[in-house]
C-alpha cells in the first residue's frame, strides 16, 4: 500500500515561485510513474507534470518551461518546482504515483494573489 502525503501549497505572488513536495510513504518508489494533477472547485482535475521511472518529463502545454517537476527514489520523495506562476495556476494541486495501481495524495492548495 502507499499513501502519498503532499505539502507546500499556500499564497504565492503573481510571479513569484513555489515548491509542492509529495511524501512517498511505501516501498518501491522507484517503479512508480510520479505525477501532478491540478483541480479547480467545480472543474475536473487535469495533468500537471509527470516523471517516469527512468526520468523522461513531460509537462501541459499551460506550465511547460515555468514548472519543473523532480524525484529523489531514496528519499521517497517527489517535487513540483512552480515559477513565474500565473493567476490561473491557483488549485489544488495532487501528486499520483502509478506502477499498476493508482495512488492520490490528499492534496495541497495553491493559490496565486496580486
Given amino acids: 500500500q502507499v499513501q502519498l502525503v503532499e505539502s507546500g501549497g499556500g499564497s504565492v505572488r ?3 515561485s513555489l515548491r509542492l513536495s509529495c511524501v512517498f510513504n511505501g516501498n518501491g518508489m522507484a517503479w ?8 479547480v472547485p467545480g472543474q ?7 516523471l ?7 509537462y501541459s502545454d499551460s506550465v511547460k518551461g515555468r514548472f519543473t517537476i523532480s524525484r529523489n527514489n531514496d528519499q521517497k520523495i517527489a517535487h ?5 506562476v500565473r493567476f490561473e495556476d491557483t488549485a489544488t494541486y495532487y501528486c ?4 499498476g495501481a493508482d495512488f492520490w495524495g490528499q492534496g495541497t492548495q495553491v493559490t496565486v494573489s496580486p
Fill in 14 to 16: 503573481l510571479g513569484g
Fill in 32 to 39: 512508480y510513474r510520479m505525477a501532478w494533477y491540478r483541480q
Fill in 44 to 50: 475536473e482535475r487535469t495533468f500537471v507534470a509527470s
Fill in 52 to 58: 517516469t521511472t527512468g526520468g523522461f518529463a513531460a
Fill in 80 to 84: 513540483l518546482e512552480m515559477t513565474k
Fill in 96 to 99: 499520483n504515483a502509478v506502477s
